[in-house]
């Protein structure tokens, strides 16, 4: 559901070329690709078998900027997200995040950085399957910032933002299309508003002003385009009894250029059952899509475990097929 401005790029690219239609499909299921599955769409593993919350449950490597004022010890987390579409094509996801207080539970940081690669898969479109392979860096860096006992607000910024897209014939090998995006400026803005001990109400809004290019005999030599995209989040989470946790959450994304205006909407729903002191079970829902979760925790560390089935399947499984996705986190604290 997230960043379908990867949508709209191709969309105005393909009216650039002599036979537009292929490209069109094309554009629709591949270049939309990495962003559905990297850094702008990135949680932690923990929330991620919950449904995929972003804006309002506290946890080590967060997605709300804001999270970096409540923090008060220093953490460090490595992720590794393996997406398997029925297709072939296989996506793996590396993150790792590093975050510190600068005054315990008033200021703080994070640094996150996400890689993203592709085995070669087929994609079907009109003109026939072709082969793609994708890929994406990403860098964000987050200062959240206490206002008062209950406010507290963050900002996000991305120095690097940038994807790659291949579309090669299934035959021969040869290159069809190469599409790259970077983001020329791009920011997420988050706040947090604590209602109890461990309830709260969150809110994230980002917006990337991106820079698209293609190349290759697909597009008859090169054509560009830029598209800004908006998107705002807003949760709510709290403890519904001693053992069991539960939140909810709405999105919304609008894209604009090229004299075009798109939006999108959708709710992930999600508990936690805390089994005992180290031991959680997580269930949830992301725009439809089924999530579990099992994490093993202690005070220093914790490893956790979720499972999606047919994550963005409304943006891509006509191209790609079905999916199954594994995430697998360790996290260590110390002071």
Known sequence: MKHRRSVWVLVLIGSL???????????LDTYALPHLFALPTATTTRLFGMGGFVTCIKDAGFGNPAFAGTLESSHAVGRLSL????SGLDLTGMQLSAAAPLDANRRGWQVTWFELDSSAGTLATPGGPVLVTINEDDLAVHYGCRLSETWIVGIGMSPVFRTATDLRNPLTGDLLAHIESEADFGFRLGALYQFDDDGWA??????????????GPMVGGSASAGFTSKEMAIGISRRLS????????????TTEGAGVKIGDAGIRVGAEV???????VRLGTNDGALSLGLGVVS??????????SDWNDDSVGAAVGGSDTHQFEVRRSWK
């Open 83 to 86: 997406t398997e579409f029925d």
């Open 17 to 27: 070329l002599v036979t537009p239609t292929p490209i069109f499909s094309q554009g």
């Open 274 to 280: 805390q089994v005992d002191e180290n031991w959680a």
């Open 202 to 215: 969150g809110f994230v809004f980002d917006k990337y002003d991106e820079d698209v290019t293609a190349s």
């Open 242 to 253: 001693d053992r069991v946790l539960g939140a909810i959450e709405w999105q919304q994304l």
């Open 299 to 308: 005070q220093d560390w914790s490893f956790e475990y979720a499972f999606v």
